[in-house]
């Protein structure tokens, strides 16, 4: 493909940036009322998480809106806009990926070639290490192993130094066995490309990505350079706002060495779309899952996540590191993308973006559904991951996954089989293991063959047109639909069902569903600023009596924290009622009554709301430890020193064995003597021994 087919119009850039500012100005009404609500949610939103300033941009369709909220400096002042220049973090990974399959396409590098073709320097390890591989995170290289010297380093490094960091460590695991997370692959990567393209990785990414797509504000960040609208970073350290810690990111360079802004992370999006740097097929290939020597997904692709969302196809990436937080999420089938960055290290990138894809799309994201029972809650996962992954694939490629009559038997089958209540009553941990490898390649991809076919009979049987209501409705409906369609076409009555089971189990639900999923709890946003008493009212009331409903207790969980870190204990603790209320048998509702207890200071309550989400945890109890350790921390890093170890504590009651609650108590307990070391000093700044002991915990 000729080098001039991926330029982008100028025209086009002049209708884009003309169209950004047009929406600034407010002269349209399309999604008025939307960008109304989201706007007043956001500014809410960063008051509760502390994030002094926070830019966002989406496209949906030919619409484009954008805008900064806050503060991209706050000694100066200066207000964030669509403009600012946010450190990319690891959003710059899908780029270098980009970069990748460019050269691939020119024939400049083999993705199935070992790194050392195009890497000679690197050292050769126990297993080849392909090109493939470092894309997916697959290839065995280390992420940061002593983050403490490697996350803080403030000398400028160029290719050769920031291999060097980690080029003799060994690998983790035996490339294609195991998916793990490495920036330094990505940099790995970075030197692929040099090498191919014989020239630096930020000319190259320059000249073939960023140039073409009119992205003039996107380059490798440099303390020296000026950089216009740089944004300066933030850290919460000991519960106040501080400054970011300095540090020079040249030795992530494509992992994450890149700074932009929302609007050009758009400009890059709306390329990819129309294919103006990469061709179809390498798009396509780009936001493919790889998979496992064992057959199971790894839900990314070459430099992006991939994870549907309702039904639809999406693929997105985030980026943390000094001074930002970065999200970059595309709907490629919905035409729909929103980029979001802000200089705060640490809050919660989803919640704005959720609360954007809800309004904007008129759909909840993946909403999660209440039902008490274990059994059935396994079956309905189940029922899940085949309408999600099975509509998903469907939609994305406008065919089922198989049209093999014999190899659908085979998937229906199996289907039929892993959801069967007998199984998980009669072992309950290794049928959901069946029910969760039901996707992947291990199991054949069953459940998206059942799912992916569902999905085209019902679109033959109710038009295209029909199929835009599962994004809103769910699993429920789409499986409660297939029953009918079975039930009343002749030729289809033999062929491909669900066990009478299923059948029966998906009609007993149908009801409860279309009473508690409507317009109300499809549009509910559940935050600390939202009239609680109000919504749980209301909620109890539509809730009453029924077996399936939806689950807001992850919703309340953070509403619930948010409250604790602000000390406000009484609300935390009436939140935390209130989900338990509606959710009884909900971990997540008593792990947030936890919480709630331990914020105050009632720790044999805290015990007793743990114990009883240990009895309903259907899972390893490490999960729930791990769970508990974050929430401490979190406590912890807002000065709640003694809820969390109350916390902790209570915790540990339970769970002697998990190792994770001790170094989270540990952690409290060098917090605690760094400010008893200080008060000694400021008592008596002769005191030799406090000022040594201060000196080697710092």
């Not at 998990?658 to 700044?685: F, N, T, V």
Request: charged letters at 25%.
């Amino acid at each position: 493909m000729r080098h001039s087919a991926y330029r982008l119009s100028l025209g086009t850039l002049v209708v884009l940036l003309l169209t950004c500012q047009f929406l600034r100005a407010g002269q349209t009404d399309r999604y008025s009322a939307e960008v109304k609500v989201f706007e007043q949610f956001v500014r809410q939103q960063m008051e509760v998480d502390r994030i002094p300033g926070l830019s966002v941009a989406f496209m949906k369709d030919d619409f484009l809106w954008a805008r900064g909220f806050g503060y991209a400096d706050l000694e100066n002042k200066s207000p964030a806009t669509e403009r600012s220049s946010y450190r990319l973090a690891s959003n710059t990974k899908s780029m270098t990926a980009v970069a990748i399959l460019q050269l691939m396409e020119q024939g400049k590098v083999d993705l199935d070639a070992e790194v050392q073709q195009y890497v000679p320097d690197f050292p050769w390890k126990r297993w080849p290490v392909t090109v493939r591989q470092l894309l997916g995170h697959l290839g065995g290289i280390s992420h940061y192993k002593n983050y403490d010297v490697e996350g803080h380093i403030k000398t400028r490094k160029d290719t050769r130094d920031a291999l060097a960091i980690f080029a003799d460590f060994d690998l983790v695991a035996e490339p294609g066995a195991k998916y793990e997370y490495s920036s330094y692959g990505y940099n790995l990567l970075g030197a692929v490309i040099e090498g191919a393209a014989k020239q630096p990785f930020g000319d190259y990414v320059r000249e073939r990505l960023w140039e073409p797509l009119g992205m003039h504000d996107t380059c490798m960040d440099d303390p020296d350079r000026i950089i216009p609208n740089r944004v300066q970073g933030y850290r919460i350290l000991d519960g106040k706002l501080k400054n970011s810690e300095y540090v020079d990111i040249s030795s992530r360079f494509a992992a994450g060495g890149t700074r932009s802004t929302v609007v050009d992370l758009l400009k890059y999006a709306k390329g990819l779309d129309a294919h103006e740097v990469l061709s179809p097929e390498s798009t396509d290939m780009m936001y493919t899952s790889l998979a496992t020597k064992e057959g199971r997904f790894t839900d990314y692709g070459l430099g992006w996540v991939i994870s549907p969302v309702n039904g639809r196809f999406h693929v997105f990436h985030t980026g943390g590191q000094p001074e930002t937080r970065t999200l970059l999420v595309r709907f490629p089938e919905a035409k729909f993308t929103f980029a979001l960055a802000y200089n705060l290290e640490g809050a919660n990138l989803h919640v704005y973006s959720h609360r954007l894809a809800q309004l904007v799309l008129n759909e909840a994201w993946n909403m999660p559904v209440y039902i008490g029972d274990r059994v059935d809650a396994g079956l309905y996962s189940g029922i899940w991951e085949t309408f999600n992954y099975g509509l998903c694939y469907f939609t994305r490629y406008e065919k089922p996954r198989s049209t093999d009559f014999a190899d659908l038997d085979k998937a229906f089958a199996t289907f039929n089989s892993c959801l069967s209540r007998e199984a998980l009553e009669s072992d309950y941990n290794e049928a959901r293991k069946k029910i969760t490898d039901g996707r992947h390649p291990v199991a054949e991809e069953a459940f998206v063959k059942v799912g992916s076919y569902m999905a085209m009979k019902l679109q033959e049987a109710m038009g295209a047109e029909h199929m835009g209501l599962y994004y809103k409705m769910g699993a429920i409906p789409f499986f409660s639909d297939y029953v009918k369609i079975c039930r009343q076409n002749v030729e289809h009555r033999n062929e491909h069902q669900l066990s009478k089971e299923l059948e029966r189990l998906v009609r007993q639900w149908s009801d409860d569903w279309d009473r508690t999923w409507n317009d109300y709890t499809r549009r509910l946003a559940i935050t600390a600023f939202t009239d609680l008493t109000n919504i749980g009212g209301r909620l109890k009331k539509l809730f009453e009596g029924r077996e399936i409903y939806p689950d807001f207790s992850a919703e309340f969980a953070r509403v619930t924290r948010e409250f604790g870190v602000k000390g406000n204990k009484k609300a935390a603790l009436e939140v935390a009622m209130l989900s338990v209320g509606l959710y009884p048998r909900s971990c997540t509702a008593h792990v947030t009554t936890a919480i709630a207890r331990a914020c105050l200071g009632e720790k044999d309550k805290a015990r007793a709301a743990l114990k009883t989400a240990l009895e309903l945890h259907w899972d390893d109890p490490k999960v729930l430890a791990e769970s508990v350790s974050k929430d401490a921390l979190n406590l912890l890093g807002n000065e709640r020193l003694d809820e969390a170890l109350a916390l902790l504590e209570a915790a540990a009651d339970l769970l002697p064995e998990e190792p994770a609650l001790y170094d989270s108590m540990a952690e409290i307990y060098i917090k605690k003597g760094k400010e008893l070391y200080r008060k000694a000093l400021e008592a008596d700044p002769g005191h030799e021994h406090a000022r040594k002991m201060l000196k080697k915990l710092e």
